[in-house]
């Protein structure tokens, strides 16, 4: 009786080793989770964008106007990807867009995707040059958003 207790102790261990080499590699394989600055003024559109991201392995920060994303950055140098509104009520997208390339002037600088429900033509011409990565009209479609982000993070997987 003892021998098959500890018999299936051994087996216990055996499989409970077996378990954690399996999640021990499965975390090393896995990409590190990338931190975003998402931006916006309107709430609802914050917070479902936050589960957006979330779901698709983000860690996200939440700013609701230009002043709070620019406090973020210096906290948090570690963002990987800012996710802006274009009009807020202290600064617009373009003027944060311009305020990062003056900080940032001689080294890489964060990527910066706008988003917006009435920007015309003029205005996203304006923002790519003044830096913007991509632009993501309201409301944002899915599809759209993870075929930006698979460009910018190709070895993070996404579904």
């Not at 975003?36 to 860690?59: H, K």
């Not at 990527?111 to 003029?122: E, K, Q, R």
């Amino acid at each position: 009786m003892l021998w098959h207790f500890l018999g299936s102790v051994g087996y216990a261990a055996g499989v409970a080793q077996a378990f954690d080499a399996r999640v021990h590699h499965s975390l090393k394989s896995e990409p590190p989770v990338k931190k975003i600055l998402l931006i916006d003024d309107d709430e609802d559109i914050l917070i479902e964008l936050e589960e957006l991201m979330v779901q698709l392995g983000f860690s996200c920060l939440c700013a609701h106007n230009a002043s709070e994303a620019l406090a973020a950055l210096d906290q948090h140098a570690d963002i990987k990807l800012i996710i802006s509104d274009l009009r807020m009520p202290d600064q617009s997208g373009l003027r944060l867009l311009q305020i990062l390339a003056e900080h940032n002037e001689g080294k890489d600088s964060v990527p910066v995707i706008i988003t917006s429900g009435h920007a015309d033509m003029d205005d996203v011409i304006t923002l790519f040059r003044n830096g913007a990565v991509d632009f993501l009209p309201k409301p944002i479609h899915y599809d759209h958003l993870v075929s930006v982000l698979q460009k910018l993070f190709p070895e993070r997987p996404m579904s």
